[in-house]
């Protein structure tokens, strides 16, 4: 059977909702959908093509399903200035299209990730894109590595967030 092209947008769509309900007063923006994605990515919901990026892992083809969620209204997109993007559930949810593993699996990676900032997300899919691309070893230079990475956070400050995501013991 073939897929839907609308499963991306369904899944975006979902995602964006599980949040809004999980964490109504935290502000859903691209950064936080991209890494989210990532996650999904990496526990085999969706197979987006990331690389990295500034802001860490980036995949051109999440970019493109946001942007399809928001044009069938699936996802409504506001730019606030001196705020950013704010991203909320639309009126054409498509959930019928996935299915209960995959509605399974993003709850799990919302309610595990789902509160940590957007810097804190970004740090953390940058430790599990290094690890996962590169093999990093040992968790000390997984956090070298970050480190390197995003020169504007401290190593002290990488390694806590690491830590209370459990990407690091």
């Known amino acids: 059977m073939r897929e839907s092209i609308f499963k991306g ?22 950064t936080v959908i991209q890494k989210l994605l990532f996650l999904l ?9 990331y690389a990295m990026y500034h802001y ?33 559930p639309g009126d054409n949810s498509l959930e019928q ?3 209960e593993k995959g509605k399974a ?6 309610e595990k990730y789902g509160a ?26 997984l956090v070298q590595v970050v480190a390197s990475l995003k020169t504007q956070y401290s190593m002290n400050r990488i390694a806590h967030i690491l830590k209370d995501s459990g990407v690091v013991p």
């Open 9 to 30: 947008p369904a899944l975006v769509a979902y995602l964006v909702k599980r949040m809004s309900e999980t964490y109504p007063d935290k502000q859903v923006g691209k």
């Open 41 to 49: 990515t990496r526990a085999g919901v969706v197979d987006f093509d």
């Open 56 to 88: 860490g892992p980036y995949s051109a083809q999440a970019f493109s399903e946001l942007n399809f969620a928001e044009d069938i209204g699936a996802v409504e997109i506001v730019w606030v200035p001196n705020e950013g993007y704010f991203i909320t």
């Open 97 to 99: 299209l996935i299915d």
């Open 105 to 110: 699996e993003i709850h799990k990676i919302v």
């Open 116 to 141: 940590f900032s957007a810097v804190e997300l970004s740090i953390i899919t940058t430790a599990l894109f290094v690890r996962d691309a590169f093999g990093v070893g040992s968790d000390e230079e």
